[in-house]
């Protein structure tokens, strides 16, 4: 199984005051570096989904897109775009914010999808479901796209027309989401 890691670093970062999330240095590296540095091991191909600091975000070495418009219309948004520039049949989104992702995130997703024939499967822990954390099949890019063309912008609502598979993960700290300068 071949899969295209998106890492999403498209949003406006209100909460954290407007800045570029994934360009916050997290323990002396950007947060965007702290997930690509998890994630590349784990994937045949990495995209950045950015809608500002597109330069910067070129730097490391991937390809990086932006969202089809520039309304900020939220990770599905991200999950378009990163699908559109997809070279693989699965899609794996993951966010810029939550640089302690698991290391055995793609084998878990996959492994689940393989098993239950299913085209979603989404991370979930202790805390509830993590619906940024997906992988999905690359079949569903018109539907994600006709959801977004609905108004809609809702990751676990788009995900529940695909009746996803959820892949219960243990340890909590790995989808820490870094919305706040003191927790850097």
């Not at 295209?4 to 360009?23: E, F, N, Q």
């Not at 540095?37 to 932006?66: E, F, H, K, M, S």
């Not at 085209?119 to 890019?141: I, Q, T």
Request: with cysteine.
């Amino acid at each position: 199984m071949q899969i295209t890691a998106v890492i999403l670093a498209g949003g406006r970062g209100m909460r954290m005051g407007g800045i570029d999330k994934g360009l916050v240095d997290y323990q002396g590296k950007a947060m965007v570096a702290q997930v690509l540095q998890r994630i590349r091991p784990q994937v045949d191909q990495v995209i950045i989904n950015a809608n500002r600091n597109l330069a910067t975000y070129q730097q490391y070495g991937v390809t990086v897109v932006a969202d089809a418009t520039d309304q900020f219309d939220g990770p599905l948004a991200g999950f378009q775009a990163g699908a559109a520039h997809a070279a693989t049949d699965w899609i794996l989104t993951v966010p810029c914010d939550s640089p302690l992702l698991p290391l055995d995130l793609v084998a878990r997703l996959s492994q689940a999808v393989q098993v239950t024939n299913t085209l979603v499967a989404v991370a979930r822990s202790v805390s509830g479901e993590h619906p940024v954390f997906c992988l999905f099949h690359h079949s569903l890019k018109a539907d994600l796209t006709a959801f977004l063309s609905e108004g809609q912008r809702r990751v676990s609502g788009w995900q529940a027309r695909h009746s996803p598979v959820f892949v219960t993960f243990e340890d909590e700290q790995a989808f820490t989401n870094i919305n706040h300068a003191q927790q850097c």
